[in-house]
């Protein structure tokens, strides 16, 4: 049955040949080498797709450049029609791509849809955002003088997404590029190409009925050489790139050699502090959701608990109960709550991480291991586990992409916590679990959370569309998403005009002929 509606989904989503290896997707020149797609579901391959070369990889810059000295040209809120057109087809497509991301991917089938209406979620705030571009108009020092600025179309956007969330992170930078007037080049993972040309093949619809130029989304699929072309070509102003911080010292080394800009959303090392006022029940909650969910595979998953010694027994005892509780199978049956990691890789990396905080002197409360047997094939599903470890040990410092949780404690104030949670290199998301108003508020103070997100009473993981996305230090110091993240894709301009007869200069300067 499971074969059934995934092959569904992909005739829905309009994958054909997948099989042979042509499914690249509309605009795609790829004439390189296969890349095979496997499911950490059931270990089964889903298809195949072309990787471009480089002279693939110029056909789409050609058509990319085509596209944007057309695109730019069209007035800002009629670009948002265009992407008001990109969320109506999501929604239509919910279903199908939500049950792919899953497969595709390994998280549950919930998440799966949770990530499709994050894609939906976007598409609605650009539309109104396409209204609402603004610069500010400035007095002028000098008589008869108007100063304004203005944003402007930036050019092409190159994209590269990481495999956890494979089509999400693509729509909060194309839909906000687009209705910027820029035109989008996307590198997703290579863990996920089917993903990929799903979604493109519905943008791809949209500009198509619409009758515009191709290139406005393009798709290559490859490997990190693909990355390399993009962040070296200086017809790409702008490179968002999501992934592990190792890549994106790279990426932002490349980028910066030619001076171009680029937005990075790189590793998390996400911790929540319970004090002793916290509700005991919603830190549970979000304390287990944060860890296991997607598996321990998002940027903002939990990766430390920063615990009261008052209370540390207490929430010991109650997450080694949850833990008890939790489903670990198939993501595409709803009632799993955990699902398998993304390949064998991950599943060293996690077994790694395991044997390393035992070695480095922490203690496993919830033990570990790769499962095996029915409906665990793929040998990628493993336990979700707890360990008690010290913020100063290697492991912890480290970011693991899989679900093993650590347990802090902390004694005396909340400085102390903050202190613990901020002593890494990473910065992206916090959470303080509390009920009283002077710590949350220290917690959010100048000296509290060094991260891009801190959060009380919520959760590290599951950050809303319509807040700026992104994290400090090692995480990269990018934004994307909401508030006011659309304006690092757009080129911004001062302008000062002089309507009278006379040219008064700046700063009173007298220069007289
Ligand atoms: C990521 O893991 O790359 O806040 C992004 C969250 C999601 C996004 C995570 N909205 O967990």
Known sequence: ELEF????????????????????????????????????????????????????????????????????????????????????????????????????MGKSLQE???????????????????????????????PGHRMYEQYHPLGIVGI???????????????????????????KPSEKTPLCAVACQNIMAEVIKENNLPEGISCLINGDYKIGELLTNDK???????????????????????????????LGGNNAIIVTPDADLKMTIIGAVFGAVGTAGQRCTSTRRLIIHESIYDKVK????????????????????????????????????ALKKVVEQGGKILVDGGVLSGDGYESGCYVKPAIAEADNSFEIV???????????????????????????????????????????????????????????????TSGAEIGGAFGGEKETGGGRESGSDAWKIYMRRQTNTINYTTNLPLAQGIKFDL
């Open 397 to 459: 410092q480290h970011e693991t992409f899989a679900p093993v949780l650590y347990l802090l404690k902390y004694s005396g104030t909340v400085e102390n916590a903050i202190e613990v949670q901020n002593n890494v290199a990473q910065g992206l998301s916090s959470a303080i679990m509390t009920n009283n108003l002077r710590e949350a508020e220290m917690f959010l103070s100048v000296t509290g959370s060094d991260c891009g997100i801190a959060n009380v009473n919520i959760g």
């Open 235 to 265: 017809r790409i102003p702008l490179i968002s790139a999501t992934g592990s911080t190792r890549m994106g010292k790279i990426v932002a080394q490349v980028v910066a050699g030619r001076l171009g800009k680029s937005l990075l959303e």
């Open 5 to 104: 509606t995934i092959q569904e989904a992909l005739k829905e989503l309009n994958i054909k040949d997948i099989n042979d290896g042509t499914s690249t997707g509309q605009n795609n020149f790829s004439s390189g080498e296969i890349l095979e797609s496997y499911s950490p579901v059931d270990g089964k391959q889903i298809g195949k797709v072309k990787t471009a070369t480089e002279a693939d990889y110029e056909k789409v810059m050609a058509s990319a450049h085509a596209a944007f000295l057309e695109f730019r040209l069209m007035p800002a809120p009629q670009r948002g029609e265009i992407v008001r057109q990109f969320g109506e087809k999501l929604r239509k497509n919910k279903k199908a791509l939500g049950k792919l991301v899953s497969y595709e």
């Open 317 to 352: 005892e109650a997450l080694v109960a949850a833990y008890k509780q939790l489903r670990i199978g198939t993501p595409l049956d709803e009632k799993n709550h955990v699902g398998p990691l993304i390949d064998k890789q991950a599943v060293e990396l996690y077994n790694d």
């Open 160 to 186: 590269i997404s990481a495999f956890n969330f494979p089509v999400a992170v693509w729509a909060w930078n194309a839909a906000l590029a687009w209705i910027c007037g820029d035109v989008c080049v996307w």
């Open 112 to 142: 799966g849809y949770g990530e499709v209406q994050e894609m939906i979620d976007i598409c609605d705030f650009a539309v109104g955002l396409s209204r609402q571009l603004h610069g500010l108009t400035m007095h002028s020092e000098r």
